[in-house]
């Protein structure tokens, strides 16, 4: 048997706000559909990598920490924390430990995520 990744999907009450915050954050594009129960990020030309995005409508509100969460990794890491704050992003925490480092954000909707440093 073999599996493959191809996307994570997030549960929300703003699916297109969430959406247009990681579409913006990771330099993807919201894709373009009649649902607005459910937004999914697809990917951009250029350097965009990785799996779909799908953002989820829900009515129940998030509670606790997140089991699972993404990790960004840039060269420039102070003005990229800017630039996510810029788009309403909260930057939560600073962390470093044996040469990484690393910082905790809430996306709007307070689903935690990590900037590190390259």
Same mark, same amino acid.
């Given at each position: 048997?073999? $599996?493959? @990744?191809?996307?994570?999907?997030?549960?929300?009450a703003? !699916?297109r706000?969430?959406?247009?915050?990681?579409?913006?954050?990771?330099g993807?594009?919201?894709?373009?559909?009649?649902?607005?129960?459910?937004?999914?990020?697809?990917?951009?030309?250029?350097?965009?990598? /990785?799996?779909?995005?799908?953002? $989820?409508?829900?009515?129940?509100?998030?509670? *606790?920490? $997140?089991? *699972?969460?993404?990790? @960004?990794?840039?060269?420039?890491?102070?003005?990229?924390? &800017?630039?996510?704050?810029?788009?309403?992003?909260?930057?939560? !925490?600073?962390?470093?430990?044996?040469?990484?480092?690393? !910082?905790?954000?809430? &996306? *709007?909707? /307070? $689903?935690?995520?990590?900037?590190?440093?390259?």
């Amino acid at each position: 048997m073999s $599996n493959s @990744l191809v996307a994570v999907s997030f549960d929300c009450a703003d !699916a297109r706000t969430v959406a247009e915050f990681w579409a913006a954050a990771t330099g993807r594009r919201v894709a373009e559909d009649e649902s607005t129960a459910e937004h999914v990020v697809l990917l951009a030309a250029g350097t965009a990598s /990785g799996p779909t995005f799908i953002f $989820n409508a829900v009515p129940e509100p998030k509670t *606790v920490k $997140n089991r *699972v969460h993404i990790d @960004l990794a840039t060269d420039t890491f102070e003005a990229e924390a &800017d630039r996510l704050v810029s788009l309403g992003g909260r930057r939560l !925490a600073d962390y470093e430990q044996d040469n990484f480092r690393w !910082a905790t954000f809430a &996306d *709007v909707e /307070g $689903n935690e995520f990590d900037l590190i440093a390259r």
